[in-house]
């Protein structure tokens, strides 16, 4: 259920084209919303105590630059994928801020190593999704918070419709607006809107791992916030941690389990192997 799966790399390459105006494109699509919710959704995940944060398919580093701001003691590490992404986030320039490169379902991390796992608009980007589920399970400490912040997908099958029609259609005619013939890559959102599960199943996805402890739709059911806790008795390893991937900045942050590398298979198929890591060069724990 969920997760691109063959079209990740069709959609990955998509939202590279776009990267320097994606935040643009974001608040127009969004009418301005996407920042608020943001806002909005870190309070509601109540987790002024959480000192590492991973910022999950970070982006050019939006949701990490916030928890900067509201939380300062926070250590912030960003997991992206993308190298243009990558290069744009690295901007931040945080002492407690650290990018990696890599993907949800390698994440490279050990077990039980955060306190609080946000994800803005990303994790719908996912490959797999039960698996990327599974990884943020894996690296989450017992009682922590993971907060996904997304498009929501309406149970009700005419509003499912309308909502994608506004995906398929009306989403690219603004992205022209605001960036001319590159904010039609914007359609590349739809495919990802036909395999993210409805809210209901991603509800049903979300407890077969973590306690469900917010659910909330808004701007007109186009949008979602969800908070989940993991048990405080869960003390499982989950599925075995992966190895490392890029490190791009080294703030205080340690959790990343060794430094250097590069992805392969960057233009190979989209398949979990292609993705997997090679490490070079000395440890940064």
């Not at 630059?65 to 994928?81: T, W, Y």
């Not at 990327?132 to 996904?148: D, N, P, Q, T």
């Not at 607006?177 to 979300?206: D, M, N, Q």
């Not at 186009?222 to 908070?227: D, R």
Request: aromatic residues 8%.
């Amino acid at each position: 259920m969920g997760g691109l799966g063959p079209k990740w790399r069709v959609v990955e390459e998509a939202l590279a084209e776009i990267v320097d105006v994606y935040d643009r494109v974001n608040r127009f699509l969004s009418l301005g919303n996407d920042f608020r919710l943001r806002v909005r959704a870190l309070r509601e995940a109540s987790a002024p105590n959480a000192r590492k944060v991973l910022d999950a398919g970070a982006g050019p580093g939006t949701f990490s630059k916030l928890i900067l701001r509201e939380n300062g003691e926070a250590d912030v590490v960003a997991l992206e994928p993308l190298r243009v992404m990558c290069d744009r986030a690295v901007a931040i320039g945080s002492i407690r801020y650290s990018l990696v490169r890599g993907v949800f379902e390698r994440a490279p991390f050990r077990e039980r190593a955060f306190d609080l796992i946000v994800t803005g608009f990303a994790i719908r980007d996912s490959l797999d999704l039960r698996r990327a589920i599974s990884e943020m399970h894996r690296v989450l400490r017992a009682g922590g918070k993971m907060l996904i912040c997304d498009i929501a997908k309406p149970d009700r099958p005419p509003l499912k419709l309308v909502m994608g029609a506004y995906w398929f259609a009306v989403a690219p005619f603004l992205g022209f607006l605001v960036s001319g013939a590159r904010g039609l890559k914007v359609w590349f959102i739809y495919p990802t809107y036909v395999r993210w599960p409805t809210v209901g199943e991603l509800r049903s996805l979300i407890a077969e791992r973590f306690r469900l402890a917010r659910l909330k739709v808004t701007m007109f059911g186009g949008a979602l916030t969800l908070v989940a806790e993991k048990s405080c008795l869960d003390h499982t390893n989950g599925n075995t941690p992966q190895e490392s991937t890029t490190t791009y900045t080294a703030g205080r942050d340690s959790t990343s389990a060794t430094a250097t590398g590069t992805l392969e298979g960057e233009s190979a198929e989209t398949s979990l192997s292609t993705l997997k890591v090679r490490t070079s060069g000395p440890s940064t724990s």
